[in-house]
Structure formats: structure tokens, C-alpha cells
């Protein structure tokens, strides 16, 4: 499998110059998936990260531009959800959802990355 090399913010195929459009990941010594990215002209647009046990431990998305974008996603080793959120333009935007021990602890609603109501 060929390797993927970093140059000037963007991933090629080692001895390509075309900038990298497909999928990348790395295996967990038994073989299970460790993480998983998605590329776009040279460009992570999605990233997961996976538990040993296979369950999700971060999942994001990316614009072309880089900026954060849609879901966000962090888990624990039992595939609960720890925060949930959305977002736009590259910030936080809507619902997020703090979960600690099986409860909420925090709901927060931001805009524009900014906290602008909490419960």
C-alpha cells in the first residue's frame, strides 16, 4: 500500500503529484480499524477515530477550506455518547451536548462559537 506525504497542507500519494482524492486508515494490531479519513483534492473532509473495540471515539468533518463543518461526534470505549454537536461556517452553531456519566451535564447552544444560552 502506498504511503500518503504531507506537502504545503495537503496529502499525495508518495512520488504523485496529484493531491489525494479516496479514502486512508490505519489498522490496531489485530487488524481493526484505528482511524479512518476521507480526502478531497489533497484535503481531510472526514476523520474518525475509532476505539480498539471498534466503537467510535471522535468523528469529524471538514470543508475543502479546512474549517470544521456538520457533526461532531466524541464517544467512549462503550459507544456512549460524551458530546454532540454541530458545526457552520467552521464554528460551533446549534445544539451541543455534554453527557458525563450517563446523564447530561450540560446542554449548550452556541452561535458563531459563542455560548449563548446553557442549561
Known sequence: MKKLVRINQ?????????????????????????????YM???????????????????ENYKLSGEYSGKYFSGNEMGDTLQLGFYKGGKKNGKWIIIDSDSVKALLIYK????VHRK
Open 10 to 38: 495537503k496529502y499525495f500519494l508518495e512520488n504523485d503529484t496529484i493531491p489525494y482524492s479516496g479514502k486512508a486508515y490505519d489498522l490496531y494490531q489485530d487488524n481493526k480499524i484505528r482511524f479512518y479519513i476521507e
Open 112 to 115: 458563531n462559537d459563542s455560548i
Open 41 to 59: 483534492n489533497g484535503i481531510a473532509v472526514k476523520y474518525i477515530h475509532y476505539w480498539s473495540n471498534g466503537k467510535i471515539l471522535v468523528e
